[in-house]
């Protein structure tokens, strides 16, 4: 009996051992549980959520661009879009590649076929990540209804393929304004040109149309609209299995723009004319026609900066990049074009100013005291300074002029005497004042326009000197700031650099006697309620030029259209109805070692009540008054409704 | 007599009122039922009708087929379970130490069948034979009938603890690992192995046989490694329980289902509003991942409740291996227990990452017939252990 019970108690003994063993296990279980379930859920529950949630974008139509008086400069059409479901004709491998399946490579061909696209085309087109891969990608724009027709009829040669209605960029007048308005492109494949904001695109879904330039990019945020969106519950398959919520979105507002269509139009077609007719003019110094690849032309309101019209030449049209250029096209066209299209002549090219800067000079002798409105200033052929001879335009010695005749006749030899001067009292410790004068009037940097990418010109002095020398001493072998770089200066060469925008600006600035004026693009925008939000004008400063010498600066201008026979653009405005609409203007020619001379022409008008400043820059085209002038002859007579001449090579005028 | 019955602790009368009960002598079965255990069993089973109807209601919507089509044929095993339970409690279960030779064949029989052409294959593994319009899984079959086998295999009296035991233990034993490790099913293979073990260390072998085999079944899984006798799916899993955070697609199916467990929280998304198990992230949630519709739609506080049902029966079936009035029903009740315990652990932890992913279904909850009739086949022993410890 005592053993039996032994015998009992041992097999009890090793029951509660197994016991003990099965207790452990469910102990290991709980406290698992209770790690993940308790102390983990949070970070699980995310996990989940992103797993059965996708979130499909609804994109909202963006806003229209109109000019000062409700024209259309950009609209958005419907473009027929086909699209093809991926999950229908290929698998996607762990590495998310797509694959097609036998019946996917079927259906591809057959659509091959019926749009005369290339498979392989297609197939690059199924891989694109700007669309989410629920969404079915598209892979032609601008398929006809009767592809789209057949496409119905025929469901069962192309399953998984489908079409939609896309809103499309469109350019109703072409490449008109093309660089003032800027493109577009898709968000993120398709990154801004110009300034880029970290936060600029952060709620921005795949796919978006985004603007890259221009008017597009700078007012981005209410051409954009709000997109809005579906949420899907998907299955681990990636079926739909239901819907979550929806969010309409709002279409962007319109934009309107400065720009008057019908001005851009003629500055445009006046620009061009005008650089065809300077290609048919023979150089004797370079011994052929001038080149001329390229100008710029600004016309602009003095009274508020807001810009009227802004041409550059050579352009391109738009349309292109709304409906997606493949980037062979991209380098083709314009990465590896000579003549670099889609640079913005008006703000982000920078020349010499040439003798348009003698305003700029003459304001500052007259302000800084040793330069009498009244006096009298020596105008011979050539002078000679520091054992150096600076020669003028004209051959012949004009005697003593007034500090106006200066200006009619673009005198240098004037300007080269008040260079020496602002070198001397320089060298006497009273600072750069020429240089601090062409920074009031908005040189050297930006002028604040709202498109990106404009440049900030450049007004050198000693430090620049100085840092280019350290950085560069090949180039700069000097590093103390010589006579000769503020005598040159004077007349608006050497190392001055200025984009018509700027000289648009500053010439603003004299018209409107001394308010510079920030130019803009944006006149008001309009929301769906037509709410409007309007722009108002910005004041940079008030230009530190006193009143007499304003007056006589104004006084020289407005002879040099007028005065025979010496004022620099009497040739080009022969003819011109003076007694309707006064003109002050100033003609400039800048040299660039090695190339034919840049043509400029600055003005503004009426003369005594101004309304319009016109600048135009003619690269490699000739002297001012030979080839500039009379482009901007043309667009003064159309933006004052006077009869129109034709543009022709007028004398040769610096 | 009356004595003896109020120390045996039944109530005779109740108001002077005899009742039916004491018609039947003291001693009777009749008047031993575990009824807790039943219950719990029939509880487990109820919870998992409800997590099979859950995980297979919306791919059978998003199919167009009947809602409920898992649901009632599951319904349908539960009810032929009630018959094989009740036929278990008949007879007195020592008749099986004499019949175990003739079971332990059969099972062995029916195992081979599978193998053979007549095997069924479903995902890549010959785990069924169809008799008529029923497909049974005989590796489920075999875990029972190798509890009685070994259970059988040593006298209650007298010599016990000899080696050679011990070596028949292992070669029964490994006579069905080595089919069913065929088939593959590497899952049912090691609760075969857990459960001989359980048994061999009721039944008294000594603790040097016990080490011995432990260090041999060390040695045996690193051959099966070193030889690669793994199939290529299970190597996948093992290297997925190892780095559970990598890409391959056996973790990703860790990973959904950790996470259908873990995202239920304390109280868990509500009884059919898991995402994780509405929108078929984790594969085979009806079957052996069911644990995740349970971790994630009741939560912490459900997967409590359900893994508290089975301590309970655990508990139940070593309780009654201790009241057992022989040894060969102590063997047979701590085989029984070890099964539960072992199907609970590596089930559940295969679905929360404490054990590599094998394919085997939770008992009583998981969806399939062979599963829960086996199940309850075991709940019936139990309780005919129960029911004549006294006779």
């Not at chain 1, 009274?303 to 049209?317: C, H, K, L, R």
């Not at chain 2, 508990?315 to 227990?337: E, N, P, T, Y």
Request: hydrophobic share 45%; net charge positive; proline share 5%.
């Amino acid at each position: 009996m005592k053993a039996m019970n032994q015998g009992a108690d041992k097999v009890h003994l090793r029951i509660a051992v197994l016991g003990m063993v099965f207790l452990s296990l469910v102990v290991a279980l709980v406290l698992r549980l209770w790690f993940l379930q308790v102390l983990s859920v949070d970070s699980f529950r995310k996990l989940a959520d992103q797993n059965y949630v996708r979130v499909v974008p609804k994109l909202a139509a963006r806003g229209r661009i109109l000019d000062r008086n409700g024209q259309v400069l950009v609209d958005n059409r419907q473009s027929l879009v086909v699209t093809v479901d991926r999950g229908a004709v290929s698998t996607t491998d762990a590495k998310k590649k797509l694959h097609l399946t036998p019946k996917g490579t079927v259906t591809l061909n057959n659509l091959s076929q019926l749009l005369g696209v290339p498979v392989a085309t297609l197939l690059d087109k199924l891989q694109t990540t700007q669309v989410g891969p629920l969404t079915p990608a598209p892979v032609a724009t601008d398929v006809t209804k009767d592809q789209v027709v057949y496409l119905e009829e025929h469901q069962d040669l192309f399953p998984g393929v489908s079409y939609v209605q896309e809103p499309l960029r469109d350019y109703p007048n072409g490449s008109l304004a093309a660089h003032a308005l800027g493109t577009v492109g898709i968000y993120p494949v398709a990154t801004t040109s110009g300034a880029s904001d970290a936060n600029r695109y952060k709620a921005y879904s795949p796919g978006t149309v985004i603007g890259r330039g221009g008017i597009e990019y700078a007012y981005e945020k209410y051409l954009h609209g709000t997109d809005g969106f579906t949420k899907y519950q998907v299955d681990a398959s990636g079926n739909v299995r239901g819907i979550l919520g929806t969010q309409e979105p709002t279409p962007g507002d319109d934009v309107v723009t400065t720009i008057d269509k019908n001005i851009q139009t003629l500055a445009e077609a006046s620009l061009a004319d005008g650089l065809a007719k300077a290609r048919t003019i023979y150089d004797k110094v370079s011994n052929k026609d001038y080149v001329a690849p390229a100008g710029g032309v600004v016309v602009m309101d003095p009274n508020n900066g807001q810009v009227i019209a802004m041409a550059s030449s050579p352009t391109y049209d738009p349309t292109q990049f709304a409906v997606g250029i493949t980037s062979a096209q991209y380098a083709a066209e314009f990465q590896n074009n000579p003549a670099q299209p889609l640079i913005d002549r008006v703000t982000q090219a920078q020349y010499p100013p040439g003798s348009t800067f003698k305003v700029v000079t003459a304001a500052a002798a007259m302000t800084e005291g040793f330069a009498n409105p009244n006096g009298g200033f020596a105008c011979p052929s050539q002078v000679r300074l520091y054992d150096q001879t600076f020669n003028n335009w004209q051959t012949f010695d004009s005697g003593t002029i007034s500090l106006q005749q200066a200006l009619i006749q673009s005198c240098d030899t004037v300007f080269y005497n008040f260079g020496q001067t602002f070198w001397q009292r320089f060298r006497a410790g009273q600072g750069e004042q020429l240089q601090a004068f062409a920074r009031d009037f908005g040189l050297g940097s930006t002028t604040g326009l709202e498109i990106p990418g404009e440049q900030s010109g450049r007004v050198p002095d000693d430090a620049w000197l100085q840092s280019q020398h350290k950085a560069n001493p090949k180039a700069f072998p000097y590093n103390i700031w010589l006579p000769g770089y503020t005598i040159q200066m004077a007349i608006g060469q050497g190392d001055l650099l200025v984009t018509p925008l700027q000289l648009a600006a500053a010439y603003g600035a004299i018209a409107n006697n001394g308010t510079l004026y920030q130019p803009q693009l944006g006149m008001k925008v309009l929301d769906v309620s037509q709410t409007v939000t309007s722009v108002t004008p910005k004041v940079t400063r008030q230009v530190p030029v006193n009143p007499q010498a304003m007056s006589v600066i104004q006084e020289g201008l407005r002879s040099v259209a007028v005065q025979q026979p010496l004022g620099t653009a009497v040739g080009a405005f022969i003819g011109f109805p003076f007694d309707k609409v006064s003109v002050a203007a100033k003609t400039g020619t800048a040299d660039i070692n090695g190339k034919q001379p840049y043509a400029w022409f600055a003005s503004y008008a009426p003369a005594d009540h101004p309304q319009y400043v016109v600048v135009v820059m003619l690269e490699q085209a000739g002297h001012g008054g030979e080839t500039a002038a009379p482009i901007a002859r043309r667009i003064l007579e159309g933006l004052f409704n006077l009869p129109a001449t034709k543009i022709a090579p007028a004398a040769r005028t610096d | 007599m009356a004595k003896q019955d109020v120390y045996l602790g039944r109530i005779e009368t109740i108001g002077g009122h005899q009742l039916l009960s004491g018609w039947l002598s003291a001693k009777h079965p009749l008047r031993h039922m575990d009824l807790p255990l039943f219950t719990a069993a029939l509880a487990t089973a109820a919870l998992g009708c409800i997590a099979i109807y859950s995980a297979t209601r919306p791919s059978l919507l998003a199919l167009g087929r009947d809602p409920n089509f898992y649901l009632k044929r599951q319904l349908a095993f539960l009810a032929l379970a009630m018959v094989v339970f009740v036929i278990s409690l008949l007879f007195d279960y020592r008749q099986l130490r004499g019949l175990a030779p003739l079971i332990y064949l059969a099972g062995i029989g029916l195992l081979v069948l599978v193998l053979s052409p007549i095997g069924h294959t479903t995902l890549g593994a010959q785990r069924w034979i169809t008799v008529g319009i029923l497909q049974i899984q005989p590796s489920e079959i075999m875990k029972l009938v190798l509890i009685v086998a070994l259970s059988a295999l040593w006298a209650d009296k007298g010599a016990n603890t000899g080696l050679g035991r011990v070596v028949l233990a292992v070669a029964l034993a490994a006579v069905p690992a080595a089919l069913i490790y065929l088939q593959p099913d590497l899952g049912t293979v090691l609760v075969l192995v857990f459960l001989a073990f359980s048994i061999v260390v009721v039944a008294g072998a000594r603790l040097r046989w016990i080490g011995l085999l432990v260090a041999l079944s060390a040695g045996v899984f690193v051959l099966v490694l070193h030889l690669g006798l793994l199939h290529d799916y299970q190597i996948k899993r093992l290297t997925a329980f190892l780095d559970q955070s990598s890409k391959s697609t056996a973790a990703y199916n860790l990973q959904q289902s950790r996470t259908a467990v873990a995202s239920g929280g304390l109280t868990g998304k509500g009884l059919f509003r898991g995402t994780q198990t509405n929108l078929d992230y984790v594969p085979e949630n009806h079957t052996d991942f069911i644990f995740t519709v349970v971790g994630e739609e009741t939560g912490f506080a459900g997967s409590l409740l359900l893994i508290g049902l089975f301590s309970f029966l655990i508990w139940r079936a070593l309780r009654i291996a201790m009241m057992s009035k022989d040894q060969f029903g102590a063997r047979l009740a701590a085989g029984v227990g070890a099964m539960l315990a072992f199907q609970l652990f590596i089930n559940v932890g295969m679905t929360i990452g404490i054990v590599p992913v094998v394919g085997i279904p939770l008992p009583f909850v998981s969806y399939g017939g062979s599963s829960l009739l086996t199940s309850f086949c075991a709940v019936g022993i139990l309780m005919n252990i129960h029911m004549r410890r006294f006779i």
